[in-house]
């Protein structure tokens, strides 16, 4: 019989609770509410307050071409990189799984990237992938032009995609390598004995076992992109060249500090989380139904 622990008094239970709603309180629903003020809101020149709009800054921002290039950017970025990041941690992780020679090396170094902050790992990016210096210093020897980021949009954005995905390869691994090292070795082995190869083993039995772990990473991974791409894109490319890489998180940035729009930025700022909120409820509508709990 499973026994359970309860509160003798409801009050011990709610002071349990207060530090986490204290801390939820205030660095998400605080924060939020003053954002949702804000965009409905234009400050007026030289302070005085703020001036009540409704929606204009929301009308002014969709009607904005550059704010529709910039969605279309993020959503590039973010789709491209999740899926370069999931796949090379998990073939990084299968052959781990396997335990080939020096797997316990590896093993500890993969993980490593994750640890590093955005903007040292962008500053190291920045010049390995520069035209003029680096491994793309040599390959651009051979072919003239081939690369320069700080002139092509494409080069800019796959170069702000290698440096993310590369970070984030590290924390998927050690999840994919946990998910593996989850599955009873029976089941392999049987399996092994019946004739089947390691695609096939990884095919029918591995890949449907871990699809939890897969989606879980897949709604991380598309929500962090959204989010922690500021530094790599501060350092690397600036939002440039001709706004390519200006991702929805570095407009708001651009708009808010440097453009002195605070409404507008709030207002951006609002229409990022709703667009990570419907992206997670779409996986959980769509995708969620093709994961194997059992």
Not at 99 to 104: D, I, K, N, T, V
Request: glycine letters at 8%.
């Amino acid at each position: 019989m499973e026994k359970r622990v309860t509160f003798g008094r409801w009050t011990i239970g709610i002071l349990f609770a207060v530090p986490q709603l204290l801390l939820i309180f205030t660095f998400f629903y605080w924060p939020a509410g003053q954002a949702v003020y804000w965009s409905l809101t234009l400050q007026q020149p030289w302070g005085g307050g703020n001036i009540w709009v409704g929606l204009d800054n929301f009308r002014s921002i969709l009607a904005n071409a550059d704010y529709w290039n910039s969605i279309t950017a993020s959503l590039v970025f973010a789709g491209v990189s999740t899926g370069l990041a999931m796949i090379i941690a998990l073939v990084l992780a299968a052959l781990t799984d396997r335990q080939l020679a020096g797997s316990w090396l590896y093993r500890v170094v993969l993980i490593w990237p994750y640890g590093i902050a955005a903007p040292a790992l962008a500053l190291a990016f920045r010049f390995i992938l520069a035209p003029e210096a680096g491994f793309m210093a040599v390959v651009n020897r051979f072919w003239p032009g081939f690369w320069d980021p700080g002139l092509d949009g494409a080069d800019a954005m796959a170069s702000v995609i290698i440096a993310f995905s590369w970070k984030y390869v590290g924390y998927n691994f050690i999840f994919f390598l946990a998910a593996f090292q989850a599955i009873p070795r029976s089941l392999i082995e049987a399996a092994a004995m019946d004739g089947s190869g390691v695609i096939r083993r990884f095919r029918d039995i591995q890949f449907p076992l871990i699809t939890p772990t897969i989606f879980f990473l897949l709604v991380i991974n598309i929500t962090e992109s959204f989010q922690d791409s500021f530094g790599i894109v501060d350092i690397m490319t600036a939002g440039g060249p001709a706004n390519a890489t200006n991702l929805m998180v570095y407009k708001i940035y651009s708009d808010g500090f440097k453009g002195l729009d605070y409404s507008g930025a709030a207002a951006q700022s609002i229409i990022l989380m709703l667009l990570i909120v419907a992206l997670t409820i779409v996986q959980f509508r769509f995708i969620e139904r093709r994961v194997h709990y059992r």
